[in-house]
């Protein structure tokens, strides 16, 4: 059974730092594609980041640039998301999902996890 589990979320302050991860089972993680979306609420999900499973080449979203970095670590089948310099705006529920190539778009993937909600208030 294919199941993709994040963790790692909670409430920051601005400026904080927060590290998710997305855990794999029933399958490897080696052969895909990760994506980190994220969804406020009454707005659309919106890619954040991806790790292509290839060459390990990384995407980032505009609005989090220079502050979020993905990663992998295939040993423990597990991808991290590292959020830094976090802002309000940020605060979101974040999904993880996993497909053959990376895409901004959800419609590219087919694996999902089942969220982690990330807030950054004072």
């Known amino acids: 059974q294919v199941q993709l589990v994040e963790s790692g979320g909670g409430l920051v302050q601005p400026g904080g730092s927060l590290r998710l991860s997305c855990a794999a089972s029933?399958?490897?993680?080696?052969?895909?594609?990760i994506g980190w979306f994220r969804q406020a609420p009454g707005k659309e999900r919106q890619g954040v980041s991806c790790?292509?499973?290839?060459?390990?080449?990384?995407y980032y979203a505009d609005s989090v640039k220079g502050r979020f970095a993905i990663s992998r670590d295939n040993a423990k089948n597990t991808v991290y998301l590292q959020m830094n310099s976090l802002k309000p705006e940020d605060t979101a529920v974040y999904y993880c999902?996993?497909?053959?190539?990376?895409?901004?778009?959800?419609?590219?993937?087919?694996?999902w996890g089942q969220g982690t909600q990330v807030t950054v208030s004072s």
């Open positions: 790790i292509s499973s290839s060459d390990g080449s990384t």
């Open positions: 029933g399958f490897t993680l080696d052969y895909y594609a």
């Open positions: 999902a996993a497909d053959l190539h990376c895409s901004g778009s959800v419609l590219g993937f087919n694996y």
